[in-house]
């Protein structure tokens, strides 16, 4: 076995990994500074429903699933609007849904088969065609768009949507555009990753990057930073032991995220040892 840059499919695989590894964990700070952690997997369920859908109505499964998906996000979120229990609710019903509907929809497909569905829960190193992969560009291009023209607002709802409000920020518009923006990340990561572990790598890389950083802004760039190593050598890691991609970078996210956990322990006793002395004096 060669290098993996020596094979085509290997190097649209590992440019998706680097889009995905930076742009995951910049939508996933901010969901979770909403405590909506558990949003992105939601997403995941509804767009499985419309790879599901593509099987079965032989479709392309990219536009297919981002369309099911955003139109999940904006159902969500105007649920959650009118009541923040209905929206938990309703989050669980996207769980369940999403997953039921996608398998039935791919089951009834009489031109895919169960490997096929696979490829799309936990990722595949051969499913990232050309056209694919100028669409994931296209769609990461116009993520880092948003985010740089709305950043700051979507920054202020997601630390205190009531003082945004006051601030004249439309919080219903920000909210639904995080939910939007959730969407087609999962989707963007769904060939790599796969849709039932897309939502780890845009959680996991910023919980581990809020151990060591001191600032909002900071835990975006160290979770992207993050991010992009746990999809490249997560990738790596399985084309040599011929394993999904999903698992084995969700895995080396963890273990990521156990290495500065551990690493911020000593500061932390340092920290809390001076704070008591602080009072003193």
């Keep these: 076995m060669g290098s993996p840059l020596s094979y085509d499919f290997m190097q649209r695989a590992l440019v998706a990994a680097v889009l995905v590894g930076i742009v995951a964990p910049l939508i996933g700070s901010f969901l979770v500074q909403r405590r909506l952690a558990l949003l992105g997997d939601g997403m995941g369920h509804v767009a499985l429903t419309g790879v599901g859908l593509a099987f079965l109505l032989d479709t392309a499964p990219l536009p297919t699933a981002m369309l099911t ?112 923006l959730a969407a087609v990340t999962v989707v963007v990561g769904m060939r790599v990753v796969g849709l039932l572990l897309v939502s780890a790598i845009m959680i996991v890389p910023i919980a581990a990057a809020q151990q060591i950083a001191p600032s909002f802004r900071t835990t975006m760039a160290l979770g992207s930073l993050l991010g992009v190593v746990a999809a490249v050598l997560g990738l790596t890691f399985s084309f040599y032991v011929d394993v999904p991609p999903g698992p084995a970078i969700v895995v080396l996210a963890l273990l990521l995220f156990a290495v500065l956990a551990l690493a911020a322990v000593p500061v932390r006793r340092r920290s809390s040892r001076r704070q008591p002395d602080r009072g003193t004096t």
Excluded: C, H, W
């Excluded at 997953?99 to 039935?104: D, F, K, N, P, T």
């Excluded at 560009?137 to 985010?147: D, F, G, Q, R, T």
């Design 69 to 180: 998906a955003a139109a999940g996000a904006f159902l969500i979120e105007f649920i959650r609007d009118r009541s923040r229990t209905a929206g938990d609710v309703a989050l669980a019903l996207l769980f369940y849904g999403g997953i039921a509907g996608g398998v039935l929809f791919a089951s009834m497909s009489a031109t895919k088969s169960a490997a096929s569905l696979n490829a799309y829960l936990f990722g595949s190193l051969t499913t990232v065609s050309s056209q694919d992969l100028i669409a994931l560009v296209v769609m990461s291009v116009l993520i880092l768009a948003v985010l740089a023209l709305y950043g700051r607002q979507l920054f202020a709802v997601s630390l205190d949507p009531e003082v945004a409000a006051v601030q004249g920020i439309p919080v219903k518009a920000m909210s639904t555009l995080i939910a939007m």
